[in-house]
Every structure is written in C-alpha cells, then in structure tokens.
C-alpha cells in the first residue's frame, strides 16, 4: 500500500472522499496496521491509536480510524477538501505517509498532542534518529 518515498515520507494511492466528520478518517483495521508498521518501536506497550500524518497536495493531516470508512479509502472533511484539486471522489489520489520522526515535529504542533507519551523515541542512544531502514515498504 505504501512505499519508500524519501526520507521523511512514504507513498501510496487511496481513495479520497468527503465526510461528515471533523477530521480525517480511514478504516480502523488498515489505521492499525499502517500505525504499527510504520509508527511502533517494539519497544513495550505502545497504543495504535495514534494519528496518522498524511500530506495530500500541500496540506498536512492527521488521519483517525474509523470502522465506517471502506479499506484503501480516507475520508477528508469538506473543510480540508475545499482546497484540493480532489473532482469526481472517490478519486484515486497519490498520498504521503509522514515516518514517526517527520510525524512527531508535524504532530507537536497540534495543542494537547505529546509524541514523548505516545511514541517512544527513536534513537541509537546518543539522541540522533535511528536508522528507517525497518520501515522500508511499510504497510504491503
């Protein structure tokens, strides 16, 4: 579903529709899974319930699970989609998948999110990143 992109984010195609919602959605299971792939250390007890950083055209997101919405589908709110070059939904869209450290600087800017409680730190113990390299083609 996503692969390597670059250094900060992953890549993949999904549906992109509207939604009532105030945030943005994707199916709980799929929310799961792509959270422990790419998000997780291993490291103890860790809640996959931690959004998920997606970029569509030039706007950042976090995106919440929801067993409502279809698989391979994100449900955007209006208010996000007014922006975007998003016609005819559900349009198949390229999607960028922020990696836990590019996620982490992105989500401290939203009030009342702490990534040192949700995530632990990826480090090689002198507080530089660690390596990505097991993240590669997180979520096939």
Known sequence: MFEEFSRSYYLGRLYVTP??????????????????????TGEG????ETPLVMK???QHFSVHGDSAVP?????????LLD????RNPPSLRE???????CASQLLSFVDGWDPS???AR???????????????NAGM
């Open 71 to 79: 698989t391979n589908t994100l449900a955007l709110p209006e208010t």
């Open 45 to 48: 007890i860790e809640s996959l």
């Open 122 to 136: 990826a480090t090689d113990g002198d507080d530089t990143p660690a390596d990505d390299d097991e993240f590669r």
């Open 83 to 86: 922006g975007m070059d998003v």
């Open 117 to 119: 409680v949700s995530w």
């Open 19 to 40: 939604t009532d919602a105030d945030r943005a959605l994707m199916d709980s299971e799929q929310h799961e899974r792509i959270n422990e792939a790419v998000y997780a």
């Open 95 to 101: 999607v960028l998948l922020a990696r836990r450290e």
């Open 56 to 58: 569509l055209d030039s």
